[in-house]
């Protein structure tokens, strides 16, 4: 039998097709297997608690731990920020909680928002390369900037607007660099990370330990005898969303 | 190989045209060539509308390629010759369609580099990952019957038995492609504009109207410049085909009027009072909007009068109109309308710039460039009979 360079190049490329198929099947058994099975032991999650927050107007000591911290770049075009904590009047993360003749607490007042660390995160469902991913020891939400390609399909599916985009290359904005921790790149998503670098080294997150009131509770609220446990046991505390079914980490004390 | 050489030679008019569309190729490699090394900050998608035209364009264009069904099934599964002519042009269309869909995927992309990560770390979970193996798969599809029939056409035999199953298979695919698309939407919590269990059968609907309007005047253009005839009964056939489905699709449209403005529940209707009435003084959409809604008007009284849907001069109008409207509702509404306002209540105004419309035109042009080419090649080899 005669093999025209026609009938190899045809074969050659089936083979090759093959191959490929091959890996795809591989590597989805091998997603699904590492997909099953979860041994939560912790639960990262934050109280906020708006009397002591809200005591003293204009105060952004959190935010502006965090932006040092992370090397978060400040541009001034609203379009292109990058924010991983920042103020939000009362009103907007809570739209529906004080309608017509209820009391208007904190009615304007701006108070802090972040990545919910949900326990059924929509953003993680929904990455095609699974570059952010909740992590099964702690429950916080991570990132990979290296493996993100930028499809911002994560920032549609969050509920709650916490993730930014990289819209241009983030390192000439950054004011102060730190060296400690790694700055990213053009056409990646990036939110906050619940200051995992810190809570490795045994330090709690920045913006808890920026905020001279005290108002950011951090704990575990895998542990019920938690200082946040306990807080949200005394106190009536409010949920962003809670009707979605994503379960955030970050309560509210009214 | 392909019967290529058959692309490369052509009249004047023929070679001005691929001229031109090299030439918008160009402008839009040149200005992706600017988003690469800027950034996607060039455009004019922001934190709060973090997707645009680009994907946009990509749902749109996923209907279009996902309407080759429209003549694929009729032809192979009722065995309606009539559509023997023009079913090789619905299948290379959707070919054309679904690259340019991958395009418009690519183009959005912040590290396009990376793209393959999608395959490297297949996550069965996400949607996205769905798309891309329906897509990729369709276009497989396509393109290996398209190649197989017209070979079979050029050699006068009939077409090889083992291509019948792989038709058949590609009428479920062709489904699916556009479910997996308003899946990508509409399982997402929190957008409640496409939080529609609609959505899905909406999106078919307008793509069996845009994508036949499309393909008539695809033949209707090549009736004039190439003396190609698809047969009356065919123009008319996937006309009636235009008109079920507008009318199937202006239906749904109404019932999501119905459910979000009867109810009134706040956090719906704020989307559709953005797009439809404007909101905090932005009316920016909703312009547009109403011309998608009042197109639809005049194109159902054009498709659905048969003596107007049958004139040769009113049928073109028709499947203008149903374009349009369809382009505009799906190409540039609702990808905005599910972003504003935002999960805080901004409305944010998303503009397109000009080098966003740029590298658009740019994928529209190597979309024209292949469907011409495989016209050209599919007109040749029947010619040469």
Known sequence: M????????????????????????????????????????????????????????????????????????????????????????????????????????????????????????????????????????????????????????????????????????????????????????????????????????????????????????????????????RLLRSRFALQRKPELGTSPSIYYLV | MFMLEKAIVGGRRYRVWMLCLCGLILAGVLCYLRQLTQGLAITGMSRDVSWGLYIAQFTFFVGVAASAVMVVLPYYLHDYKAFGRITILGELLAVGAVTMCMLFVFVDMGQPTRVLNVLRYP?????????????????????????????????????????????ILSIPWAISIHTVTAFLYSGLPGHTF?????????????????????????????????????????IHKLGIIVTYAMVINVFLISVEFFTVFYSRIPEHLEHFRYVFLGLDGNYHLAPWMWLSL?????????????????????????????????WLDKGLGLIVGGFTPSPFGAVTVYTPTWPEATIVAGVWAIGAFIITVFYKITLSVREAH
């Open chain 2, 294 to 326: 009042l197109l639809s008007v005049p194109a159902l009284a054009l498709l659905l009068v048969p003596a107007w849907r049958n004139s040769p001069r009113l049928l073109p109008l028709a499947c203008v109109f149903v374009f349009v409207s369809l």
């Open chain 2, 123 to 167: 996550t069965p979970w996400s949607l996205m990952f769905w798309d891309f193996i329906s897509l990729g798969g369709y276009l497989f599809l396509n393109a290996l019957i398209s190649v197989i029939m017209l070979r079979a056409e050029r050699e006068e035999v009939p077409p090889p038995k083992w291509i019948k199953p792989i038709v």
């Open chain 1, 2 to 229: 005669r093999i025209t360079r026609k009938d190899f190049l045809r074969l050659s490329g089936l083979g090759l097709l093959g191959v490929a198929g091959r890996m795809a099947v591989r590597g989805v058994a091998k997603a699904s297997a590492s997909s099953a099975g979860s041994n939560a032991t912790k639960r990262w999650g934050m109280v906020i608690d708006l009397q002591k927050c809200c005591r003293e107007n204009g105060c952004d000591r959190c935010i502006k731990a965090c932006n040092t911290a992370h090397n978060i770049p400040q541009f001034p075009d609203r379009a292109h920020e990058v924010k991983w904590v920042w103020n939000q009047p009362f009103e907007t993360v809570f739209p529906l909680v004080q309608t017509d003749y209820a009391r208007r607490a904190y009615a304007g007042q701006p108070i802090p928002v972040m990545c919910n660390h949900c326990a059924s995160p929509p953003c993680v469902r929904v990455c095609p390369t699974q570059a952010t991913w909740k992590r099964e020891e702690d429950g916080i939400v991570m990132m990979d900037w290296h493996r993100c390609i930028g499809c911002r399909y994560c920032m549609a599916a969050c509920p709650y607007g916490s993730r930014s985009f990289n819209w241009q290359d983030p390192r000439p904005a950054i004011a102060a660099l730190n060296p400690d921790f790694p700055t990213r790149t053009k056409g990646v998503v990036e939110k906050c990370n619940f200051c995992e670098e810190r809570l490795a080294r045994g330090l709690g997150p920045a913006c808890v330990e920026a905020c001279q009131e005290k108002a950011l509770i951090f704990g575990d609220f895998a542990d019920s005898d938690s200082e946040p446990r």
């Open chain 2, 194 to 234: 496409w939080m529609t269990a609609v959505l899905a059968p909406r999106f078919l609907a307008s793509a069996f109207a845009s994508g036949p309007a499309l393909l008539i005047l695809l033949c209707l253009v090549l009736r004039k410049v190439a003396g190609f005839d698809a047969g009356c009964e065919a």
